[in-house]
T-cell receptor, first 112, second 117 residues
Framework: SQQGEEDPQALSIQEGENATMNCSYK?????LQWYRQNSGRGLVHLIL?????REKHSGRLRVTLDTSKKSSSLLITASRAADTASYFC????????????FGKGTLLTVNP | NAGVTQTPKFQVLKTGQSMTLQCAQD?????MYWYRQDPGMGLRLIYY???????DKGEVPNGYNVSRLNKREFSLRLESAAPSQTSVYFC????????????????FGPGTRLTVT
């Protein structure tokens, strides 16, 4: 069953604008990860935030985690056409098997 | 360093035929995974192998079998393909167990597009 649910399902913005995607999950987690998938390609890891962290940055990416609300957000600043892709959150709910549960994704379109 | 490779890239099967999807990684990762991706469904875990010599069912294992041939290779077999198995299949691998615990990032292959008619 799906653990993470991204919101919105689709987002269309202009180049230079910021894009914010949200992820909600149901059970407690060890960490939460964000991945990007360009059309027809495999997923690429973007950033991992652990359950004891509240915010993390990587280049133009900013991820927040609120474990009390069981939610996370991914902010892409100054978006570019090359950021057009689907973005997925994935949660690790613990155990020794290192399984991730992926959400259904947000399709981001950045218009030039 | 090729990362995670998958073969074939595309495959068309008739109902009832069998096939094996191959996956290999050259990053010395312990854990390997098979997912399927269907429109609007995200990725769903079929089987995984936490370490060489072990395999376990994921969320949607019915109709599939796996073999962890060695540390590098993890294959997925469809014994009798059905139209419901039409999907894009991704293999992934992740770092070995570390002191910090928890999952590490997963590295994905390019996928296999399978159509069952």
């Amino acid at each position: 069953s799906q653990q993470g649910e991204e919101d919105p399902q689709a987002l269309s913005i202009q180049e230079g604008e910021n894009a914010t995607m949200n992820c909600s999950y149901k059970t407690s987690i060890n960490n939460l990860q964000w991945y990007r998938q360009n059309s027809g390609r495999g997923l690429v890891h973007l950033i991992l935030i652990r359950s004891n962290e509240r915010e993390k940055h990587s280049g133009r990416l900013r991820v927040t985690l609120d474990t009390s609300k069981k939610s996370s957000s991914l902010l892409i600043t100054a978006s570019r056409a090359a950021d057009t892709a689907s973005y997925f959150c994935a949660t690790d709910s613990g155990g020794s098997n290192y399984k991730l549960t992926f959400g259904k994704g947000t399709l981001l379109t950045v218009n030039p | 360093n090729a990362g995670v490779t998958q073969t074939p890239k595309f495959q068309v099967l008739k109902t009832g035929q069998s096939m094996t999807l191959q996956c290999a990684q050259d990053m010395n990762h312990n854990s390997m995974y098979w997912y399927r991706q269907d429109p609007g469904m995200g990725l769903r875990l079929i089987y995984y192998s936490a370490s060489e010599g072990t395999t376990d069912k994921g969320e949607v294992p019915n109709g599939y079998n796996v073999s962890r041939l060695n540390k590098r290779e993890f294959s997925l077999r469809l014994e009798s393909a059905a139209p419901s198995q039409t999907s894009v299949y991704f293999c992934a691998s992740s770092f070995p167990h570390g002191l910090a615990g928890g999952s590490y990032e997963q590295y994905f292959g390019p996928g296999t597009r399978l159509t069952v008619t």
